[in-house]
């Protein structure tokens, strides 16, 4: 007899990397995280979605703010060393592009 | 800052209550793609105030997001203008805009198109973008569009430092900050797939190295040297003062790369700017040395 495919719903999927994480219990196989990643980091799976490229992730966020069930968490952020050596030199926590950087 | 679109929405060419609906910032480059691409079709174009700033910047700030979004939609009271409930994103824009609280709070679903707007065409036959469509590139092309930017930011050093390096202590230390300029500046971004190693910095210190050995190398030779203490002395003062400065504007560059995250950069700084710092202070210290040898005829 095959063995059914379980899950846990509370599995949560890490990368050593970065801060993404994918909880493929709540994965609804809507395919959105697919759609919006710039690196192909998800693939459409039978049941639910597979993080097949966590590492490449670079924590643009787009992800988890399409995510309708809340499956994946990320720390989003921009990976810009001025502009976070520009913000710790102001004294500054808010680290983002914009007037007061790359303008 | 200066180069904005008004926001609002905009009708190219002929549009019907049926025609499509593209989203876009209000940065004239953002605007002016989408529509180059779109010449042959009649649409609606909705642009929002992005404050100048394009989709991605604006994405990740907010400012492209599901609430200006929505306010747009209403305020210019899109589902009189047309008939059906779709619009088309740039999959960029995705960062700031839920697709499904746009949907809850409008009626209006969204579809995230590809990244660049060029591939629309082909994107509107099938409304489905392909692997190629979705992926983010940084070939060599897109650094080389960065180059004249990145000289830009960095010409407050660079115009003032060799000439001031040239009257207090002559040629070699002017060309030695035009090398760190040339290396880090111009040839880091165009060699960055090429360059060894995982971090920016670590590629960038290699590169200056490389810089480093050459000028020593020419200067081994425009001054007839002879091998001993003191030239060595030079070559560890030459690589150690220009690989840790090229290195720093590598590190400098990852946020002009489309693949770094904010995890892995803040890693790198930490990991970096102490092996950096005590490179450069090495290699003024090994230049001092050398110098006074040198002078005293060693």
Redesign the interface.
């Known amino acids: 007899m095959e063995a059914i495919p379980m899950i846990k719903l509370e599995e949560v999927y890490k990368t050593a ?3 993404l994480e994918f909880l493929p219990g709540k994965c609804a196989n809507c395919g ?1 995280c ?7 980091v998800f693939r459409s799976g039978q049941k639910r979605v597979e993080m097949v490229h966590g590492e ?7 992800c988890q ?2 995510c ?1 069930t809340g499956a994946i968490r990320v ?11 520009s913000a710790a030199l102001r004294g500054k926590k808010e ?5 007061e950087c ?2 | 800052m200066y180069h904005r679109v008004e926001p609002g929405l905009y009708s190219l060419g002929d549009p019907t209550p049926e025609s499509p609906v593209f989203v876009t910032a209000n940065y004239t480059l953002s605007f002016d793609a989408l529509r180059t691409a779109l010449k042959d079709f009649d649409s609606y174009i909705l642009v929002l105030d992005t404050k100048g700033v394009n989709v991605w910047c604006a994405a990740g700030k907010g400012t492209f997001g599901t609430e200006e979004l929505v306010s747009k939609i209403e305020s210019i009271g899109l589902k009189k203008i047309v008939t059906h409930q779709r619009l088309i994103l740039p999959q960029l824009g995705a960062p700031g805009v839920a697709a499904h609280d746009v949907r809850k709070r409008t009626g209006f679903s969204v579809e995230y198109g590809p990244v660049r707007a060029e591939d629309l065409p082909d994107y509107i036959k099938t409304h489905q973008a392909t692997e190629e469509m979705r992926r983010v590139r940084f070939d060599l092309k897109d650094r080389a569009i960065l180059v004249p930017v990145e000289i830009k930011n960095n010409l407050l050093w660079a115009l003032p430092l060799p000439i001031i390096l040239f009257i207090v202590s002559g040629i070699w230390m002017a060309l030695l900050v035009l090398m760190i300029f040339v290396a880090g500046v111009v040839l880091f971004p165009l060699l960055l797939p090429v360059l060894p190693t995982k971090h920016f910095a670590s590629k960038g210190i290699i590169l200056g190295s490389i810089a480093g050995l050459l000028i020593w190398m020419v200067r081994f030779w425009v001054d007839n040297w002879s091998f001993g203490a003191v030239a060595i002395g030079y070559l560890l003062a030459y690589v150690l003062l220009i690989s840790p400065w090229v290195g720093y504007i590598s590190l400098n560059f990852t946020g002009a790369s489309t693949y770094t995250s904010r995890t892995g950069v803040r890693k790198e700084i930490f990991g970096f700017i102490p092996v950096i710092a005590v490179m450069f202070i090495c290699g003024l210290v090994l230049l001092a040395l050398s110098s006074v040898a040198d002078s005293m005829g060693w």
């Open positions: 990397i970065n801060t959105m697919i759609n919006v990643c710039p690196h192909e490449a992730c670079m924590e643009c966020g787009a703010r399409n309708p720390d989003s952020g921009v990976g810009c060393a001025a502009a976070m050596i680290v983002s592009c914009g007037p790359c303008d």
